[in-house]
């Protein structure tokens, strides 16, 4: 199994819901108060005879006009139309802009040859949500254009592929493991999308269940540790991947 990291940027993010782009070595936090800090990161996992994605990004072109995810892809040394499967953590808009690619009041899927897998109540959310952070025109175009799988509750969606629905940062938010027999792989969203996140324990109030967001994170590095998972930090700034081991009830990532 090879894991890819397609680093998209690097982006502020206040109220409004708006992420801009930052450069930590140019620009001042200080012009833009209270605001979040974020990486943005999707991940390409090969493994078998399957390019699977997990989460699409912010969906952000290029200057030439390229989606930024693409021509990471490319970069990897795949072709995006080669992806076969769309993982889907949740369907806030820094995690599902890059279903589509909007140019020019032109949209077309970003991978049209892949099979979208949404948990159906996260589906149901993003349209009856008020919430600034699902963009419906996204879901809509997918509901008309994509190969869409649904998928309730917790499973496995195939050979080397199980899900499970932790809720927490939204309510109907999942997580991924990846097991091809040798490697195991695991894709938290954002509920593990920080490594410094299994360090210190807190409660965010980005989180639907900041409490079961927390106790989750606890769950998933004791599993971590005794399994050998090789974890993916959809917005690590220190690390995107990382291994996690446990000594004295303190977590540690190499």
């Known amino acids: 199994m090879q894991v890819f990291t397609l680093y998209e940027g690097s982006y502020s993010v206040d109220a409004s819901k708006k992420f801009i782009p930052f450069n930590p070595e140019t620009d001042d ?3 833009r108060p209270a605001s979040l800090f974020i990486h943005v990161q ?14 699409t990004g912010l969906g952000y072109s290029n200057d030439e006009g390229q989606l930024i995810l693409h021509e990471n892809i490319r970069k990897a040394g795949f072709d995006p139309e080669d992806v076969t499967m769309v993982l889907m953590s949740h369907l806030h808009f820094d995690h599902s802009g890059g279903m589509i690619h909007k140019l ?3 949209i077309e899927l970003s991978f049209p040859h892949a099979n979208y897998v949404v948990q159906r109540g996260e589906w149901e959310a993003a349209f009856t949500n008020p919430s600034s952070s699902y963009k419906t025109e996204i879901f809509d ?3 008309r254009n994509a190969q869409l799988t649904f998928i309730d509750g917790s499973g496995q969606l195939s050979e080397g592929i199980s899900y499970e629905l932790t809720g927490a940062h939204t309510p109907f ?3 991924f493991l990846l097991d091809d027999g040798v490697d195991k792989v695991f894709f938290g969203g954002d509920v593990l999308p920080e ?3 299994l360090l210190r324990k807190f409660i965010a109030k980005y989180d639907f269940d900041g409490r079961k967001a927390m106790e989750l994170r606890e769950e998933f590095g004791d599993r971590a540790a005794v399994e ?5 930090f959809y917005h690590g700034k220190s690390r995107a ?3 996690v081991s446990k000594t004295e009830g303190q977590f540690k990532i190499s």
């Open 141 to 143: 175009f997918l509901q």
């Open 104 to 106: 020019d009041n032109k």
């Open 29 to 31: 936090p200080k012009s």
């Open 173 to 175: 938010h999942q997580v």
């Open 241 to 243: 991947t990382g291994y």
């Open 195 to 197: 490594p410094e996140e």
């Open 42 to 55: 999707p991940f390409l996992v090969q493994l078998k005879d399957q390019l699977l994605l997990l989460d």
């Open 228 to 232: 050998n998972w090789n974890c993916l």
